[in-house]
């Protein structure tokens, strides 16, 4: 089945500085890339997604990056806030149809 | 339109006990995936229910069972209950197969 690596799994930046996140996975029929956000205590919220077909997607200060050829892809936060800390999950979805997640990354945003 | 609800939002159980957790998808979604969230060993599937049919299943023992109605609420059940089943569960539900998946705010299963 599919794996996803995700690093890093703790991550503490300035605000207004970048922060990004990056994901592996191996099975080379993945060909959906959501990423969620989840707040303490709160459901994953989708923020953006990417699918096989497109290398780059952005929205607003949020943007994804996906290379094929390497099975990676990377999520990218823009002027941070304090209001963008939480937990971010990278998932892929292959031939299998079900969503294979990251660990997780714990964004603290220092204001 | 409302999102995916779940019910309980807590539940406190003894071991061997079974549970049986439920999920509304948003209006529309046919899809409804169950996953399993816990400290150690994150977010894990569990089942993908569409059109009632069982459509993928995760690696967890028989244990762990759902079924989907035909307005497109699923239930998931847990028999046996054990230590390690204290989790969050959470469900995800989405138009089709293949489409963004949109979570619950799962519930919070303790087992005693």
């Known amino acids: 089945g599919e794996n996803v690596e995700q690093h890093p799994s703790t991550l503490s930046v300035q605000e207004g500085d970048s922060a990004v996140i990056k994901c592996t996975y191996s099975d080379s029929a993945s060909n959906y890339f959501p990423w969620y956000k989840q707040e303490l205590g709160k459901r994953p919220q989708l923020i953006i997604d990417i699918r096989s077909n497109v290398g780059e997607k952005k929205d607003q200060r949020i943007a994804v990056t996906l290379n094929k050829t390497a099975k990676h892809f990377s999520l990218h936060i823009t002027e941070t806030q304090p209001e963008d800390s939480a937990v971010y999950f990278c998932a892929a979805k292959g031939g299998a149809n079900n969503l294979f997640f990251g660990t997780g990354t714990r964004l603290t945003v220092i204001p | 339109k409302a999102g995916v609800t779940q019910t309980p939002r807590y539940l406190i159980k003894t071991r061997g006990q079974q549970v049986t957790l439920s999920c509304s998808p948003i209006?529309?979604?046919?899809?409804v995936s169950w996953y399993q969230q816990t400290p150690g060993q994150g977010l894990q599937f569990l089942f993908e229910y569409f059109s009632e049919t069982q459509r993928n299943k995760g690696n967890f023992p028989g244990r762990f069972s759902g079924r989907q109605f035909s307005n497109s609420r699923s239930e998931m059940n847990v028999s046996t209950l054990e230590l390690g089943d204290s989790a969050l569960y959470l469900c995800?539900?989405?138009?089709?197969?293949?489409?963004?998946?949109?979570f619950g705010p799962g519930t919070r299963l303790l087992v005693l």
């Open positions: 209006s529309g979604h046919r899809s």
């Open positions: 995800a539900s989405s138009v089709l197969l293949d489409q963004t998946q949109y």
